[in-house]
């Protein structure tokens, strides 16, 4: 009687040292751990769940071969001032608008819950040096941002002044920025944004994986506007040589843990503009090295 009960108590024992062998060997496996995220009770962090949820990420039609009819867009010439540059930022997302709505509901590519009030985006200029998408988010910043869940894009009054560029330069680079502020929108309207919130939800935003999600982000809309801007060059929006030096010139951002290096900057917004399509945009599906 004292043997058999002993041996149940060796067998129980050997399961449960069974039990945490395999759960080791399982989080080993293709673990991508960062120290500031694996907090107690918090989900492990693999490189397979950074990719986003591997399912939904299927799903997503944006990762399909999206490619935008030709943009043909008559856009007025900037002036520096800030009125002067709202009209010009707005007649740039009219013209975008038209191309991305389209080809996005050929595709059936909107989430869901997009009702048409959701597809539109408004621009706000704001002074440079403090722009807010609201009460929570107040960021010290010369550089246009678009406001997910809001769509506003703010468009900082000085952005001319500040990138210091003129005559084509600087045309095609705000042709460029917009694009990839539009880029922001394309990524709310396909549920894009709310996946990237979700994962925030279980990592913080702050930590190297979080700023790690937020490089997808932003490496995305890269590609995306590289999309559009191949899809500028064939409508005769831009010429072909100052869409290549707008495309080559994002080797040169400054680089900061959210935006990526100017190598990732570079292959992206290339990988847009080279394919026209937006299945070369998946940087969820990304090695970690590919988006640093
Ligand atoms: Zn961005």
């Not at 010009?88 to 975008?96: G, H, K, R």
């Not at 894009?192 to 979080?210: I, P």
């Not at 932003?218 to 409508?235: H, N, S, T």
């Not at 100052?242 to 990732?264: F, K, L, M, N, T």
Request: proline content about 5%; aromatic content about 6%.
């Amino acid at each position: 009687m004292k043997t058999e009960k002993s041996g149940q108590v060796l067998r129980l024992v050997m399961v449960l040292v069974g039990i945490l062998l395999l759960s080791r060997i399982a989080n080993c496996h293709g673990s991508f751990r960062d120290s500031n995220a694996s907090q107690p009770g918090t989900p492990a962090v693999t490189t397979s769940n950074l990719a986003m949820d591997p399912d939904d990420n299927q799903k997503n039609p944006l990762n399909h071969d999206i490619r935008l009819d030709p943009i043909n867009c008559e856009l007025p010439p900037i002036s520096l001032d800030s009125p002067g540059q709202l009209q010009f930022v707005n007649a740039t997302v009219t013209c975008l608008r038209g191309a991305w709505l389209r080809a996005l509901r050929d595709a059936h590519a909107f989430k869901p819950s997009l009702t048409t009030t959701d597809q539109e985006v408004t621009v706000y200029t704001v002074d440079t040096t403090r722009k807010s998408c609201g009460e929570n988010t107040t960021a010290p910043t010369d550089a246009p941002l678009y406001c997910g869940g809001r769509q506003k894009i703010l468009w900082p009054s000085k952005y001319a002044e500040f990138q210091n560029l003129r005559g084509q330069r600087l045309h095609g680079d705000m042709l460029f920025s917009v694009m990839h502020e539009y880029g922001h929108h394309v990524q709310f309207m396909t549920g894009v944004q709310a996946q990237a919130d979700r994962m925030f939800g279980l990592w913080n935003e702050e930590s190297s994986l979080g700023q790690q999600i937020h490089r997808r982000i932003e490496l995305q809309a890269q590609c995306l506007a590289g999309v559009a801007m191949a899809a500028a060059v064939q409508g005769g929006t831009v010429g072909r040589e100052e869409a290549e030096d707008v495309v080559d010139a994002q080797q040169y951002v400054i680089e900061e843990p959210i935006h990526g290096s100017r190598a990732a900057n570079l292959h992206w917004s290339r990988a847009g503009y080279d394919s026209g399509s937006a299945a070369a945009c998946n940087t969820w599906a990304a090695d970690p090295a590919d988006v640093q």
